[in-house]
């Protein structure tokens, strides 16, 4: 089915080109411009998929008459796509945690053994173990600031003791009060290379309700700016559990 193609604008004073136009179904922006095809310069494009085209426009074309809508339309994350993240993310995988509970942990047996013993177990053959053990030592990092409250909730009790079994796969778990953590916001997110987040949506029961994903730069240095923040005050688990 053709695209319902809308022009939008040139720069150009003699033949059209180069020249924006919006799918009006989807809302897609088409870049027409000068093709690049150089094999040396295609293999300088990160993320260029076989099926992918490139080409070369001004910068005045996209400052003019590029899309300005102040309203974003937040862009959703399905669960295998979020859970392929952490699969392939190249250097830094980064994780800020605000509730008071979350209804993941509540549904996990280890969490029950946990209001047991006072102890959680834990099967490292877990896929999410497996996983991040394999990425940590290829070298990248993964890391975590979970802020507490005073007194702890039942759910942040269990995953400080929980956090041992994260530390010995590669994971920095580090705490904050939420005393201490009043400049930051109050989302969840993760942040991928210091270019995409995903935050996390609950209900009111803790349950994920949905994933939102940002790549707009500006706004992934805003989230890196909180990350940079909470990690200069949080301190390890370990001595975080020493003075609880």
């Excluded at 669960?79 to 549904?107: C, I, N, P, Q």
């Excluded at 946990?114 to 999410?128: I, M, N, Q, V, Y």
């Excluded at 600031?145 to 994260?166: G, I, S, W």
């Excluded at 995903?198 to 500006?218: G, K, M, S």
């Amino acid at each position: 089915m053709a695209r319902q193609l809308r022009f939008i604008g040139t720069d150009s004073k003699v033949d059209g080109c180069p020249a924006l136009h919006t799918d009006e179904g989807t809302g897609e922006v088409i870049v027409q411009g000068r093709p690049v095809t150089a094999p040396a310069d295609l293999a300088q494009l990160q993320h260029f998929g076989p099926d992918d085209a490139a080409v070369a426009v001004p910068r005045e074309l996209l400052v003019n008459w590029g899309p300005k809508e102040m309203e974003r339309v937040p862009e959703l994350l399905d669960r295998a796509t979020f859970r392929r993240l952490f699969e392939t993310f190249k250097h830094t995988a980064w994780r800020l945690e605000t509730r008071r509970g979350y209804a993941s942990d509540r549904e996990d047996p280890d969490f029950q053994a946990f209001l047991a013993t006072g102890s959680s177990p834990c099967d490292p053959d877990e896929p999410w173990f497996v996983n991040i053990k394999a990425q940590t030592e290829a070298g990248k990092r993964v890391g975590r600031v979970r802020v507490a409250d005073k007194p702890m909730t039942t759910e942040q009790r269990f995953l400080l003791d929980y956090a041992r079994h994260n530390a010995a796969v590669g994971e920095d778990i580090r705490y904050l009060w939420r005393e201490n953590a009043a400049d930051l916001p109050t989302e969840d997110f993760w942040i991928f290379d210091s270019r995409i987040v995903a935050v996390l949506h609950f209900d009111d029961a803790d349950n994920i309700t949905d994933i939102e994903l940002i790549t707009e730069p500006a706004e992934v240095v805003r989230y890196a700016i909180v990350r940079d923040a909470a990690m200069h005050h949080a301190i390890p688990f370990d001595r975080f559990a020493a003075t609880e």
